[in-house]
């Protein structure tokens, strides 16, 4: 099966790339072949898991007698990958013995702690791109040779820390990734996993405990407000619902969520996935918790119309309507509960950037003592 080229997204044309992995694989083969045969090869062909076969251009070719190093550089597409345009290396070189021994070499991460696909202390290549490593490798290598082979990034320390590999305890470089060889533009099928990632890392480390937060707000108001330690806190994006499923797969116990008020509004309703243009009800929901409170009907219309959360609170505090916020924190925390079949212990902190935090649940203030008191 051909590789296509293109994908729609969001009624947009855009371009896949090919993962890391991909490019290990091919540089990999690359070299082999070069090795073997003692000409140069510009273009190289892989299978890949997906089921297509891709011709890799390839890059920095040197000969040096017992060994061949070469480089695929990496190519996104249209998606926003931090390691678009850079160099994946592979060196072969002969060994003594017969078979195929895959190292790591520079800006390549190593594993520090558990949790991932990869163990403690070993190179943070992952199973299936070394499973394609192999198998490419093994097309072009004579049954009487063995072969050694080390893949390295030369810019890899540097972009790792762009990426979550600092969370991850990936320490050193970044990891060669793809599970299926290609990258498909704004997937969020993989972001939903990188961030899966966190959550486990946690659980290896035996925490039962975990901070959820959508972005960056949150994760600064949890930090420098709320003084809990960044290694507790998890990143959600628009995937609120999934990652409290991943919360309840991994076996975590109690959940702190702690977000803007105009994110976590949407939970309040049952709505789990947040982004803006699937579910954007703020104002909808503002109002309907605003009318049991007993909001007048003046307070009712303004709050329909209102363009922002901002701009709803500012209508609540002209009203002196104060109760809304503790029961907005509540159901939002019934929610997830329920979300979780009453196996997760989940309480809400919410905030706005004018006003700070607005409001903070029981259930949240024993979550907040108990990591205060362990940190």
Known sequence: MNFELYKIVNGKKMRRGYTTGSCAAAASKAAVMMLTEGRLINHIEIDTPRGWRICLPVEDIEHLGDEVICSVIKDAGD???????????????????????????????TVTRPGLQVKVGEPAINPVPRAMILKEVEEVLPSNKGVEITISVPDGREIAKKTFNPRLGIEGGISILGTSGIVEPMSEEAWKESLALELSVLAAAGQKTVVLVPGNYGEKLAAETLHIHRNNIVRTSNFIGFMLDKCVEYGFQKVLLVGHLGKLIKVAAGIFYTHSHTADARAEIMTAYAAAQGADIRSIQALLNSNTTEEAVEILERANINGVYGMITNRISNRCSQRSRELLKVGTVIFTLEKGILAVDDEAKSILQELNTIE
């Open 79 to 109: 998606d926003p990958d931090v390691t678009h345009g850079i160099k994946i290396c592979a060196c072969a070189r002969w060994k003594d013995t017969i078979g195929i021994v895959i190292k790591a070499g520079e800006g390549i991460g």
